[in-house]
């Protein structure tokens, strides 16, 4: 070889390996980028979580609030309804119907 060959073809080389880091630095640049994306996109969507949660969070208080109160009022109505049963002639009345409808139909049951 001559040195002109040696030299072109070391040219040719170094020309080849200045092209490979160009497109290395190329990948790596796209790559940084892609990974930036992909860190972005992942807080983004643990932020969203988060507030889905915290507003979860808020409307189970809520409804436990509510559930509590409901209770409470069913309870309240529940000892109303029990003190004034002895005094009420409507339930005494309507119980003696619905007793004596029943022993009729006893009665009509066991005659046929």
């Known amino acids: 070889h001559s040195p002109s060959e040696v030299r072109n073809n070391f040219l040719?080389?170094?020309d080849l390996g200045a092209e490979d880091e160009g497109r290395?630095?190329?990948?790596?640049?796209?790559n940084r980028v892609a990974a930036q994306k992909s860190r972005k996109r992942q807080t983004q969507r643990a932020?969203?979580?988060?507030?889905?949660?915290?507003?979860?969070?808020?409307?189970?208080r809520k409804l436990r609030?509510?559930?509590?109160?409901?209770?409470?009022?069913?309870?309240?109505?529940?000892e109303?309804?029990?003190?004034?049963?002895p005094f009420c002639p409507i339930m005494h009345c309507s119980f003696s119907l619905?007793?004596?409808?029943?022993?009729?139909?006893?009665?009509?049951a066991?005659?046929?």
């Open 12 to 14: 040719n080389l170094r």
């Open 65 to 78: 609030q509510e559930v509590d109160s409901l209770s409470k009022e069913q309870r309240l109505l529940s």
């Open 98 to 108: 619905t007793s004596s409808s029943r022993q009729e139909d006893n009665v009509v």
């Open 110 to 112: 066991l005659s046929h």
């Open 47 to 60: 932020d969203q979580l988060h507030e889905a949660c915290e507003h979860l969070e808020q409307r189970n």
């Open 80 to 85: 109303a309804l029990c003190s004034h049963e």
């Open 24 to 30: 290395r630095m190329k990948r790596r640049e796209k």
